[in-house]
Nanobody
Framework: QVQLVESGGGLVQPGGSLRLSCAAS????????MGWYRQAPGKQRELVAT???????TYAHSVKGRFTISRDNARNTVYLQMNSLKPEDTAVYFC?????????????WGQGTRVTVSS
């Protein structure tokens, strides 16, 4: 089993910045891609950014140029630096990873951390 624990959410004014962190722990034989999703009230969960094991990254069009995803492979930790935040970035942000804990690749989710962008 793999556990994901997010931190770093909170309330920020428009134009501000936040940095989310997500640490994976447990029995991890291999960590594949790690990323972030978000779910705004009344909307479906959507992909924000992904960082693949080789270092390649992908971003949702709505956050490209404002958000940066990075990972520390030694610590099985993924980060999301969010700059120039907008009210429409308000959502619960979920950490996601695909990891092998001995039974093959499996999709894991964190509990979520709330980000509120408001003046």
């Amino acid at each position: 089993q793999v556990q994901l624990v997010e931190s770093g959410g909170g309330l920020v004014q428009p134009g501000g910045s936040l940095r989310l962190s997500c640490a994976a722990s447990g029995s991890i034989f291999s960590m594949y891609h790690m990323g972030w999703y978000r779910q705004a009230p009344g909307k479906q969960r959507e992909l924000v950014a992904t960082c693949f094991s080789g270092g390649n990254t992908t971003y949702a069009h709505s956050v490209k140029g404002r958000f940066t995803i990075s990972r520390d492979n030694a610590r099985n930790t993924v980060y999301l630096q969010m700059n120039s935040l907008k009210p429409e970035d308000t959502a619960v942000y979920f950490c996601n990873c695909v990891a092998n804990s001995g039974l093959g690749p499996y999709n894991y989710w964190g509990q979520g951390t709330r980000v509120t962008v408001s003046s």
